[in-house]
């Protein structure tokens, strides 16, 4: 089993405070340097926070039959992993209850569509601009659950055949924390919004490298203002 998949096998129970000591270290270390479960990671982050919110209702809300259950998931593995054919997120690692992980499915698709993951109602609290090789990019910083959303706006990079840019949030100390991954059009530029686990304070400067990530392949670079 590679990296990446027992990674996901433990997601669920990372974001919902269930694995061991070891498995958490192992989790963490893995987001560090892996932009693709970074991503799956903050797409779940904000599952806890539905809980309290579920919890906090009037009334106990009766569980949602197992056919919808198998939809959302399946629905959310098709479109965040492109897998194909469609199948269940795996159970081993989430330690909850089958009845507690669709509602929590079904109230975070609900939550979405209600608009209470709005970007705009994350506190902003810095933004960087950086540059190199004839480009630029600037990113306004906003906390989250999560660790910190990027808003990023990039012009004047080449567009990677194949492949993508990451972006690096990096700390004094000299460690590389992912905050994803994007790809530029036909005229160099993007605009995309990307979520990285680095917290407020944690780091001081932000990369963007196509390729590497040992200091050679950096195409962009800048300090945080915060």
Known sequence: ??????????????????????????????????????????????????????????????????????????????????????????????????????????????????????????EAYGHVDMRGHGGGAWAELRSVRAGTEMKLRVWGLERARPGSYDVWCVAESGRWISGGSFDVDANGRAEVELTSAARAGQYHRMLVTRGRKDGRGVVLAGRVEY
């Open 1 to 122: 089993m590679s990296g990446c998949d027992h990674t996901r096998e433990l997601l669920g129970g990372h974001v919902l405070g269930g694995l061991s000591d070891e498995e958490t270290r192992l989790v963490e270390e893995h987001l560090e340097g892996c932009p693709r479960c970074g991503r799956e990671y903050a797409e779940l982050a904000g599952l806890p926070e539905l809980l309290d919110l579920a919890g906090s209702a009037d009334t106990e809300p009766e569980a949602p039959p197992q056919s919808l259950e198998e939809a959302v998931l399946d629905r959310f593995a098709r479109e965040r992993r492109g897998l194909a054919p469609p199948t269940r997120m795996p159970r081993r690692g989430l330690r909850v209850g089958a009845a507690l992980a669709a509602a929590a499915a079904v109230a975070l698709a609900a939550l979405a569509i209600a608009g209470v993951f709005d970007s705009e109602r994350a």
